[in-house]
């Protein structure tokens, strides 16, 4: 993250701009990693892995770690879903797919040995709780026996739960077993769009479950919803909002509904004419906005929002946050080492992604190899742009002089054509650009991804777009 020297931003906020949106409207990338994973490429290996942490270890590395777990199994398939998720009542799979995990810790273990120090651990899914409290319990013993985690205040240690799956004592014992935060997915409390996306789930239950985890002292809930989904209109989302808000979550992240059934098969199963129209979706995002931040609740970035107390909100204001596969996090400049299947590591200036199914990942194991089979080793070019669309992502301004002072490049050389192009996004009134600032305005906020498009070398060159959502 580059350094700036600027006043951090004090509370950020948003402001939403109808003709301005529809304008610029088009599908793009949510910049959890750049390249985006759809540049990885499978001439990048395990060995190359291998050495990417070697290279760490060369240059004495001393920064904490931060660890992604997948537990890829769900109970039931919720239609929207675009997750890599296997959908079963056999819960003998988990029994073994956590035996291959616990062999894949252990190898990335014993190659950060002497560098092993944790202060962010995520599982997400699937469904994490799919595992059972014993299994849950097992799979952290045997990360503590190969990872030194951080203190409880330190560290942030965050699981995924479906309220479906969980009582409330077992989120007490999610607490026990080291985790501080936790999020839930909600999507929507009106019974007929849950009925429309095959998720039902009462909100008396989901309540409970936030009132449980409150009660345990887990540092930060979160709750996810949807926007964009079946039968949903600004009615059922205004009603749903009074409940969220009545809830009092710490943070919360509204997605957007990307209807793309030619790329994921639950997505078939949604009856097209229920989806609502993009005028009712951009009115329900507004309504979102104004209802949420009149709540009191501070606009982070993308589709987050946090109350200002959160570390989220604490460490926009210090200009601290950081991206990564998991969103918006308070802990910079780590690497991430990820286990399971798919699951993508960011380790030095490399990315690396695992296998995708079970049996590639079992096979790979049964051969004492690490899992990983494609990725990217960032260039200079790709380290330099990265930082650029991060900081703009995370802070929303970007000091060219710090650019300068970490790369050798002038920027307006470097960067004449994106800088032509940000003139056109200036007269549109996303950001302002002086001598050494590029700043973009609150109405620019919610389309901070059209922003960062400019500065995407690869979309430019391949500007193959049908495979990403739109940027609102
Ligand atoms: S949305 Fe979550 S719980 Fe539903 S099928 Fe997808 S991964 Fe599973």
């Known amino acids: 993250m580059v350094v700036s020297a600027k006043p951090a931003l004090q509370a950020a906020s948003v402001e939403f701009d109808v003709k301005l949106i529809r304008k610029l409207d088009h599908a793009g990338p949510r910049y959890t990693s750049y390249p985006t994973a759809d540049r990885f490429t499978e001439a990048f290996g395990y060995r190359d892995y291998l050495q990417a942490v070697a290279g760490l270890r060369t240059r004495g590395n001393r920064k904490p770690l931060s660890l992604y777990l997948h537990i ?30 616990k062999r894949e810790i252990e190898m990335q273990g014993q190659l950060f040995v002497g560098m092993n120090h944790v202060e962010q651990l995520h599982l997400g899914g699937g469904t994490p709780t799919y595992l059972s409290d014993a299994q849950m319990a097992d799979l952290m013993a045997q990360l503590r026996r190969w990872f030194q985690f951080a203190a409880d205040d330190v560290g942030e240690y965050s699981i995924e739960i479906d309220p479906r799956t969980v ?10 077993q080291g985790f501080n935060r936790i999020s839930l997915g909600v999507q929507d409390f009106d019974p007929d769009v ?6 039902i789930q009462p909100e008396d239950e989901t309540v409970k479950i936030i009132d449980a985890a409150r009660d345990a002292h887990f540092r930060s809930v979160s709750i996810d919803l949807i926007y964009g989904l079946p039968k949903q209109n600004v009615i059922t989302m205004a009603q749903t909002l009074t409940k969220v808000i009545k809830a009092s979550p710490d943070r919360i992240a509204i997605y957007n509904y990307a209807h793309l059934p030619h790329l994921f098969k639950p997505q078939r199963r949604i009856a097209e004419q229920d989806l609502p129209g993009s005028e009712v979706k951009l009115d ?7 209802r949420l931040t009149d709540a009191g609740y501070v606009y982070i970035g993308m589709d987050h929002f946090a109350r200002p107390g959160d570390d989220l909100a604490v460490a926009q204001r210090q200009g601290r946050l950081h991206r990564n596969f998991q969103g918006y996090s308070t802990h910079a ?6 286990c399971g299947v798919s699951a993508i590591s960011a380790v030095a200036a490399t990315y690396s992604q695992n296998v995708k199914t079970l049996e590639a990942y079992y096979d790979h194991l049964d051969n004492n190899q690490l899992p990983v089979v494609r990725g990217i080793k960032l260039n200079m070019d790709d380290a330099l742009r ?7 992502m995370c802070n929303f301004e970007l000091s060219v002089p710090s650019i300068e002072l970490a790369y050798p490049v002038t920027f307006a050389e470097y960067f004449a054509p994106e800088m032509e192009k940000l003139q056109a996004l200036t007269q549109d009134g996303l950001l302002t650009i002086d001598a ?9 906020r919610l ?15 391949t500007p193959d777009r049908v495979r990403y959502s739109k940027t609102i």
């Open 72 to 101: 890829p199994f769900c109970d039931t398939v919720c239609y929207y879903c675009a997750c890599n998720k296997i959908v079963t009542k056999n819960r003998d799979k988990a029994a073994i797919y956590l035996s291959y995990l």
């Open 167 to 176: 009582s409330g004592a077992r989120v007490r014992r999610l607490r026990e």
């Open 194 to 199: 849950q009925q429309a996306v095959n998720r």
């Open 284 to 290: 329900m995002l507004s309504l979102c906005i104004g």
């Open 333 to 338: 400049e780590s690497d991430l080492v990820s």
């Open 386 to 392: 990265r930082v650029i669309i991060q900081t703009l």
């Open 436 to 444: 050494d600032w590029i700043s973009v305005t609150l109405k620019g």
């Open 447 to 461: 389309l901070i991804r059209n922003i960062c498009m400019v500065f995407d070398r690869y979309l430019h060159a």
